[in-house]
């Protein structure tokens, strides 16, 4: 799957499924229109116009087990973690960053959202920096404090 990070990294799209063989991959998910962190991560996002762009359901269609190492979510608009578990290679990590009024990042703070029994938890903070984080129409800022979460797949 060399072709398929070449045009991810150029900016480009991929339709395909990344499989076993490729792992250590780095996803952005739910990064909107493009990663914020740039080449080397995989944004995915129903806004895609570079990475992929598939809704949250779909991820295992795109992600063959343990692919990915690193995952960085911000502000996550919808559940995802019993999607994306499978993808994850143990030992595998998950930061997750928001407000504590977006209802996803509060149940994963709270240690009672879904699937997250395959994961431990190795940090979390309070009042992190926010480098701009958006809301879902990807203009409006995130407003209050920003928390962080980290995550580890299990062995």
Do not use: C, W
């Not at 990344?18 to 740039?38: A, C, P, W």
């Not at 359901?57 to 692919?67: A, D, E, L, P, W």
């Not at 143990?90 to 209802?103: L, P, V, Y």
């Amino acid at each position: 799957e060399a072709a398929a990070l070449l045009a991810l990294a150029k900016g480009g799209s991929y339709l395909g499924k990344f499989k076993s063989t490729d792992f250590g991959l780095k996803v952005d998910l739910m990064g909107g229109e493009h990663s914020r962190y740039g080449n080397g991560y995989i944004n995915f996002d129903l806004k895609a116009k570079s990475g992929i762009k598939s809704d949250i359901s779909n991820f295992k269609n795109h992600f063959g087990n343990n692919t990915i190492s690193e995952m960085i979510v911000d502000n996550p608009q919808t559940p995802f973690l019993e999607n994306v578990s499978g993808a994850i290679q143990s030992g595998g990590t998950i930061t997750i960053r928001g407000g504590m009024s977006n209802r996803n990042v509060n149940s994963l703070f709270n240690g009672n959202a879904a699937g997250l029994d395959a994961f431990e938890v190795i940090s979390k903070k309070e009042k992190v920096n926010n480098p701009g984080y958006k809301q879902n129409d990807g203009s409006t800022p995130v407003g209050g404090e920003i928390n962080e979460i980290i995550l580890r797949k299990k062995p």
